[in-house]
């Protein structure tokens, strides 16, 4: 996740992450998961504060907190991502363009490429 805070973008989590994230030095604002009570994640979600979810989950609560997590980012469509190489891949990929564009090129020219 560091790499997203240098790309400038404000880590949100809750409880457990957000202690991961914490004792690995990555700056991070702590947020309820829905049973803590409100303000909670889906709040901040439906709120438009959210612009990117990765939401691994592990053990009954988190899953039960990611259907309303997913239904949200659904409805808004707002880009989720379900495990941790997703994740990278993802933070990478908006890394990536920051110092190089997309373009549209056909298939073929990548062939020959290759070869010249």
Known sequence: MRILVE?????????GTAD????????VERVNKVAQGRPHIVDRIVDGEIALIFNTTEGWQSLKDSESIRASALSLKIPYFTTAPASVAAARAIAALAVQSLEVRPLQSYYSQSHN
């Open 7 to 15: 790309q400038g973008f404000v880590i949100v989590a809750t409880g």
């Open 20 to 27: 991961y994230l914490e004792a690995n030095g990555v700056p």
